[in-house]
């Protein structure tokens, strides 16, 4: 065979898939129908399977590989701080977690200065809930219904995604609303503004009926992620912050993956230029190298525990290693100008690919997106805008495309109807084409399902 892999390195990736099936129990899977792919190693854009095939990792594994694979000044930062320091208590202090809260701070908008790490997405959208609740004394949270923010108790209930249903017990406060989504409008609108302009009241209503006396938080992706990368269209943002401030809630923006570059700037957010009070981050901060999220907590929402104990934590709240490669993530981001790069090929070479992709193709309903952070949304009928899936389902249609793109040498992110292009930031422009060339390639598999 050509595989790269050696003989025992073949050997070794048969014995890990087959204990896989015994014995690891995966995230949100129906156990026995799940063949998951092997990876043996990564470089890069690029990831290598159990068999050899090298794969363009048009994924970022879970939108968090902001850097590509194996950097090496972070494989090298990580090693330096495993043989200094490998695990420090929160309540002491430490170099790494120092700087790597210095930075974060530099980085995120106003005023947000004080940094609290958790280990990942979830626990931050919990403790920045439990902050808000805490800094106004209220307890209902509003957020869209097309939304990701965790798989924790409360994270889960707050997302409106169906994976929500199972895990709904009727608790946690949280109500849902409908964030602006121009393609498949709730509010029958024909153009951005007034798309704007009728979620805005819709979210006052809201507001209103639920009781902002009982409300202590909006949470909201800047750009929602998993949902299908819904650019806000311009003055929504905005007016969110003013409707928080008007009704005395906390705005949290979870930035967990439209942040550290994933849109073309450092957080979604500063498109808009919009200040939240709480904002969540986790996957890019470390490009997923060591697990670690946090909140960055604005200087008002700081002074409430500025005298009084908040009343919660973490073991390993900015474990070093995981802070030692949020330092190197983002110098390397820094040096290396990949948020620029992002923001570059996403204009000069993904949106226009994806536009004469749109066109060539009757399957597709819409493309939309921005940086290295867009979607295709994939349709039975143009005019009736039916989903190629259904709503929190997976399909056979789906599952032939993305077996396609993988028999290509393509690894996809697929999400019911949609595929997401959200490769590293710093992918060369040479691969970006190869990569979307296939998606061109396998949406005549889509196209021919296409009624109507
Ligand atoms: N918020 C958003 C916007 C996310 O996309 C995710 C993960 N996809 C989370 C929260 C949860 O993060 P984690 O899986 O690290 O808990």
Redesign the pocket.
């Known amino acids: 065979t050509d595989s790269p892999l050696t003989e025992a390195e073949l050997a070794s990736a048969k014995r890990a898939y087959e204990l896989d099936r015994k014995h690891v129990f995966h995230s949100w899977s129906a156990q026995e129908q799940l063949k998951p792919m092997v990876i043996t190693r990564a470089d890069g854009s690029y990831v290598w399977d159990g068999e050899g095939n090298k794969l363009l990792d048009f994924s970022s594994q ?2 968090n590989t902001n850097i590509g694979h194996q950097h090496p000044k972070v494989v090298a930062a990580i090693q330096e701080q495993a043989g200094k320091l490998c695990t420090v208590a929160p309540q002491h202090a430490n170099d790494a977690r120092s700087e790597a809260a210095r930075l974060i701070a530099e980085l995120t908008p106003g005023d947000l200065n004080r940094i609290f790490f958790t280990n ?6 919990e403790h920045a809930i439990r902050m808000a609740r805490l800094h106004t004394g209220k307890y209902k949270v509003l957020s869209a219904y097309r939304s ?5 108790a409360l ?1 889960v209930n707050v997302t409106g995604d169906p994976r929500r249903i199972p895990n709904d017990y009727g608790n946690a406060g949280a109500v849902h609303f409908h964030a602006p989504f121009l393609y498949r409008s709730q509010f029958h609108a024909a153009t951005e503004a007034e798309e704007s302009q009728r979620a805005l009241e819709h979210l006052e209503t809201a507001i209103q009926l639920e009781g902002a006396s009982n409300i202590a938080a909006i949470i909201l ?1 800047s750009i929602p ?2 949902a299908g990368i819904m650019v806000p269209p311009p003055g929504y943002l905005q007016g969110v912050r003013e409707l928080a401030t008007k009704y005395g809630i906390i705005y949290i923006a ?1 930035e ?3 942040g550290f570059g994933r849109a073309g700037k450092w957080f979604a957010i500063d498109h808009f230029d919009v200040a939240p009070d709480l904002l ?1 981050f ?2 890019g901060v470390t490009s997923g190298y060591v697990p670690l ?1 946090g909140v960055a907590i604005s200087e008002e929402i700081y002074s409430t525990f500025a005298q009084r104990p908040y009343p919660g934590g973490l073991t390993y709240s900015g474990h070093p290693l995981a802070s030692a490669a949020a330092v190197a993530t983002i110098n390397a981001m820094r040096d290396e100008s990949m948020v620029e790069n992002a923001a570059s090929l996403g204009e000069s070479v993904v949106a226009p690919a994806l536009a004469r992709m749109a066109e060539r193709h009757p399957s597709i309903g819409e493309v939309r997106g921005t940086g290295m952070f867009w979607a295709i949304e994939l349709v039975k009928n143009r005019a009736t805008r039916e989903p190629l899936a259904p709503y929190g389902a997976s399909s056979p249609e789906m599952n032939e495309l993305i077996g396609a793109c993988k028999s290509r040498g393509l690894l996809p992110f697929a999400n019911f109807n949609r595929i997401h292009v959200v490769p590293p930031l710093n992918i060369n422009a040479e691969d970006l084409q190869a990569g979307l060339a296939i998606l061109d390639e396998v949406f005549d598999l889509a196209d021919a399902h296409v009624q109507g």
Do not use: N, P, Q, R
Request: aromatic content about 4%; proline content about 0%; cysteine-free.
């Open positions: 879970l939108v990942g997405g979830a626990d931050a959208v990701y923010h965790g798989g924790t994270a992706e992620g998993t979870d967990v993956m439209s969540t986790a996957k999220g």
